[in-house]
């Protein structure tokens, strides 16, 4: 598993949000029931506003990681997010005019004196040319909003090796899906070639090489139910479930999860894993408060004197 790339996920969860926002003002703009505070909170050109935000995250990573290259994934997202956010503002500055300034006409009109026609006659030309030009904004809106998901699709498809990406999408699955317009353990396993329960076997990993023992039960869990009968799963479950219920202070717990870990042979996949634990029994004597079983020092001595000698 790749080494994660914070940028990229600050960008997806930014992502995330602007295009429910976005999808949302689309939808009621062609309704009628858009106002201007949900325009104004969503487009804006300071960090206040979401679509912003994304833009400059999104030039930000083009800039970084991409600068040589106009046809990379991450050059063509950030050309489709930035005529969205220039779209935007388009549609901002025109529903202004209708939100703003058309009731003041109206209200203007009802009491202006004579000689004044051709004025408010100007102001209807105006007025009708920016309905027409929120029209097409909220339509050039949706049909960017579309390229922008569809990129950022690709995007994530070539990144799918990344564990700082993919625990972020396990930790907001729902959202995540919603622009995948698939489960994530489908999109994953399409992406790297494997099954829906390697995809949480990678999440839980990441999880576990982060020290997030708690969290990667959780994926570990997901990824057991999928394929019961894999051992290499189930050593990696009780490995979590060990270090999470020892993070937790439940020292017996955490001997049953580490000696099931154990039972057959040291694992020698992730030498991490094994410094962690070796470290965690080696201290727990230590931390047992008084009264606590001796059998709990005695279990740890020995499941710490095998990882001793483990390569």
Known sequence: MTRGEPELVDLVREFLVAHERMS?????????????????????????????????????????????DDLSRIALLDLAVGSLFHEAMKLRENFYQLEVYAPRVA?????????????????????SASRERVS????????????MREQLHELLAERCDDGLLMRFLFENREAAERILGEPIDVFFAQSFGGDRAETFARVGRS????????EALVALEEAVAKRPRDPGLARDRHYATGMAAYRRGEYGAALDGL???LADEVP?????????????????????????????TTRAAALASRLVSSP
């Open 24 to 68: 949302e003002v689309i939808e009621r703009g062609r309704s009628g029931a858009l106002r201007w505070p949900e325009v104004q909170r969503l487009v804006a050109e300071d960090e206040s506003s979401r679509l912003y935000r994304l833009k400059e995250r999104s030039h930000r990573l083009s800039r970084a990681r991409d600068a040589s």
């Open 107 to 127: 209200r203007a009109e009802s009491t202006a004196a004579p000689g004044t026609e051709a004025l408010f006659g100007e102001f209807a030309r105006i007025l």
């Open 136 to 147: 097409e904004a909220i339509d050039e809106c949706a049909a960017l909003l579309d390229q």
């Open 207 to 214: 999880y576990l090489e982060s020290g997030f023992f708690d």
């Open 259 to 261: 000696e099931a870990w």
């Open 268 to 296: 020698s996949e992730n030498q991490r894993f094994v410094a962690l634990a070796k470290s965690a029994l080696e201290r727990l004597p230590a931390l047992l408060t008084p009264g606590a079983p001796d059998a709990h």
